[in-house]
């Protein structure tokens, strides 16, 4: 190439980069987001291919799928109508058969830790009793293996490719390394050899449900532990537009019973949400003024009461959240969201 070739090269224009970056937020999170890119899908008339995918815990799957070529469309379809097809997420995909029998007994085990040191210290508070009983306490009460089986042998019945560096397009998995207190990325530098199916299990470990998810011995827990959406992924491998799904949004006050008499669960749930929420906006406010070049986009539920309050993690309320995600968004894409769209349909979209 000659000194005007290259000058030529440099000051072509080149096709614009999309991302798309999924939260955590479960199970029912996961079905949000199948309904989210499902329906941008249909919008565009059966493209919606991005160049990068940033996926974090139950987002994790969802991208993993995608930057596989897997179509949204597809997965919907499949769970819409409750196929028997290895993309229908069943519960035997994250719990084992024996799952309950070993929650138990890691149940067990924490009642025999806090009453043995009960017993031997009356007068200790419970927080003293607690710290006393650390190292007999459970790690989490399950475990993750089912989950990284499912999508290992669920990308080889279909010929998906099981590593990142295989991949056309570029997946990021954020997980955190438990001990070190800091975030990794597995899909770049030394962790791009890392299957896919043990990264999608690592950036799943919800701390406390979930026990910490070991990778070549080092310990890893949920991505979504001090992060939200990891759009900065995106934006730092060159995305001139990031669209950020995010499943998690607080239930707002107006319930006929109080989110106080639903229990600890419910406002474990209500918590997680109001952090996740905060992270999430503050961080999109840091990354419009650090890159300025780069569009983000956020698309998550409105906060009225909403099919995905309810336990992340259960299956009762999945296809309603699936298809909240998939008629919220055509709604949403056709009101608030028709700039974006025609966005993404002014400029040529990476093939399928």
């Known amino acids: 190439m000659n000194i005007l070739e290259r000058v030529m090269e440099r000051w072509r224009p080149r096709r614009q980069r999309y ?12 079905m949000y987001e199948v309904g989210v890119i499902a329906a ?19 987002g994790s799957v969802v991208a993993a799928l995608l930057a596989n070529g897997v179509r949204a469309s597809e997965i919907y379809r499949v769970i819409d109508q409750d196929l028997e097809h290895p993309l229908n997420f069943r519960r035997g995909a994250v719990y084992a058969s024996n799952s309950f029998r070993h929650a138990a007994g890691r149940f067990g085990r924490l009642l025999w830790a806090v009453g043995k040191n009960a017993m031997t210290g009356m007068r200790q508070s419970v927080p003293d009793m607690l710290a006393a009983a650390e190292r007999d306490l459970p790690a989490g009460f399950f475990s993750l293996t089912a989950l990284e089986v499912y999508i290992r042998e669920t990308f080889a019945a279909f010929g998906l490719k099981n590593s990142f560096a295989a991949l056309d397009r ?15 990325v597995f899909g ?13 299990a690592a950036s799943s470990a919800i701390p406390g449900f979930f026990e910490p998810y070991t990778v070549r011995g080092r310990d890893y827990v949920d991505g979504g532990v001090g992060f939200s959406g990891h759009a900065d992924l995106a934006a730092e491998a060159g995305a001139d537009m990031v669209i950020v799904v995010n499943p998690l949004v607080p239930n707002p006050d107006g319930g006929v019973v109080p989110l106080r008499n639903r229990g600890l669960y419910t406002i ?3 918590a997680g949400r109001i952090y996740s929420q905060n992270l999430l906006q503050l961080g999109l406010s840091t990354l419009r003024i650090k890159h300025p070049r780069t569009e983000f ?12 309050f309810g336990p992340s993690m259960g299956f009762e309320a999945s296809r309603a959240a699936l298809r909240y995600g998939y008629e919220s968004t055509r709604e949403w894409l056709d009101g608030q969201g028709l700039g974006l769209l025609r966005r993404l349909q002014s400029v040529p979209q990476p093939a399928v």
């Open 188 to 200: 770049r530098n030394g962790l791009r050899d890392v299957p896919i199916s043990e990264a999608v």
């Open 297 to 308: 986009h956020l698309i998550q539920p409105g906060r009225e009461e909403t099919p995905l």
């Open 19 to 30: 991302a798309l970056a999924l939260a955590g937020g479960g199970v029912i999170g996961g």
């Open 40 to 58: 941008i899908e249909e919008r565009l008339n059966g493209a919606g291919g991005f160049d990068i995918y940033v996926g974090c815990s139950a």
């Open 268 to 270: 474990m749930e209500q």
């Open 170 to 184: 570029e997946l990021f998995i954020p997980a955190i390394d438990l001990d070190r207190a800091q975030r990794v």
